[in-house]
């Protein structure tokens, strides 16, 4: 098939690789423009136009679609179908309408639960038991249109946002392929009941309140990890917590119960696994713990 693939981040990536590697044409590539980032403010494409560049397929960054040239240059590709994972930009109607067979959208959730952003971290953060990938037909609301293919998996009791996120990629992946091998793109509407939205993460939602039980902590560490990473001041220090797991042991919320980052919360407490200051790598307790010590009884904040 001629497809038109539109991705941005590290997710969309294994998606358009599989693709290619499918013997399907990838007439375009689409990806938000480079943004400026690290100390030098040089303007860094996305992985997907990296990874487009390398395959040496054409890249399109426009910034939308409300130019009459970049609407006039998609119509052009004759897409027969375009697939669409994360791209982070609003499509409207008039160019969802324009390939023939219409835009695929793959989602990291089971829709209607958790149309929107951030629909990973979110099912973690509000202690989901399962969530999965849909193949969507795409419409002008958000995450609102018909379901062609879903697959279900368990989430784990250790799953952060990353690991997670690698396993819904694969399904994803393995997904889109088998729907444009089969050519059948039959869909069936969303239910009007169960539908949550998955806000984008907000830097605010990332600072530890240690009076919350340690399930929700924990979901909270866990769906962070690692980006943008939950913190807490540790003698005066921001640290990212980026795992942990539910442990025994009741204290004052914030102390420090052992001097192995066995932390007391508002009922319970967490054993904190992998740690990171300003600066630093990400590191295992024992080995954070060399230079950052923490004794019993110090206390979080």
């Known amino acids: 098939m001629r497809i038109v693939f539109m991705g941005t981040p590290d997710?969309?990536?294994?998606?358009?690789?599989?693709l290619h590697g499918a013997g399907h044409e990838i007439v375009a590539v689409y990806s938000q423009p480079p943004r400026r980032a690290g100390r030098g403010k040089k303007a860094r494409p996305s992985p997907v136009q990296n990874c487009a560049e390398?395959?040496?397929?054409?890249?399109?960054?426009?910034?939308n679609f409300k130019d009459e040239f970049d609407r006039a240059a998609f119509a052009a590709h004759n897409a027969d179908i375009a697939v669409v994972v994360a791209y982070g930009l609003i499509l409207p109607q008039t160019v969802l309408?324009?390939?023939?067979?219409?835009?695929?959208?793959?989602?990291?959730?089971?829709?209607?639960?958790?149309?929107?952003?951030?629909?990973?971290?979110?099912?973690?953060?509000?202690?989901?038991?399962?969530?999965?990938?849909?193949?969507?037909?795409?419409?002008?609301?958000?995450?609102?249109?018909p379901v062609i293919a879903r697959r279900e998996i368990e989430i784990l009791v250790n799953d952060t946002a990353a690991s997670l996120h690698d396993r819904l990629a694969e399904i994803g992946m393995s997904l889109i392929v088998e729907v444009l091998a089969s050519g059948k793109f039959s869909a069936e509407p969303q239910s009007d009941q169960g539908v949550t939205y998955a806000s984008k993460i907000d830097k605010s939602e990332a600072k530890i309140d240690w009076s919350q039980s340690a399930q929700a902590i924990d979901r909270q560490?866990?769906?962070?990890?690692?980006?943008?990473?939950?913190?807490?001041?540790?003698?005066?220090?921001?640290?990212?917590?980026?795992?942990?797991?539910?442990?025994?042991?009741?204290?004052?919320?914030?102390?420090?119960?052992?001097?192995?980052?066995?932390?007391?919360?508002?009922?319970?407490?967490?054993?904190?696994?992998?740690?990171?200051?300003?600066?630093?790598?990400?590191?295992?307790?024992?080995?954070?713990?060399?230079?950052?010590?923490?004794?019993?009884?110090?206390?979080?904040?």
């Open 11 to 18: 997710f969309s990536v294994s998606v358009l690789e599989a």
């Open 54 to 63: 390398g395959l040496v397929l054409p890249v399109f960054t426009p910034l």
């Open 97 to 145: 309408d324009m390939p023939a067979k219409g835009c695929l959208n793959i989602h990291a959730s089971l829709l209607p639960r958790w149309r929107g952003a951030a629909p990973i971290q979110r099912a973690i953060m509000a202690g989901d038991k399962k969530t999965g990938v849909c193949i969507m037909q795409m419409e002008a609301g958000l995450d609102t249109g």
């Open 221 to 301: 560490i866990r769906g962070l990890s690692p980006f943008p990473g939950a913190w807490c001041e540790m003698n005066g220090e921001r640290v990212k917590l980026l795992g942990c797991v539910v442990a025994d042991g009741e204290g004052l919320a914030g102390e420090a119960l052992n001097g192995e980052f066995k932390i007391a919360c508002g009922q319970g407490a967490v054993q904190l696994l992998k740690l990171q200051r300003a600066g630093k790598g990400p590191m295992d307790a024992a080995v954070f713990s060399r230079g950052f010590p923490l004794l019993k009884g110090e206390k979080l904040a």
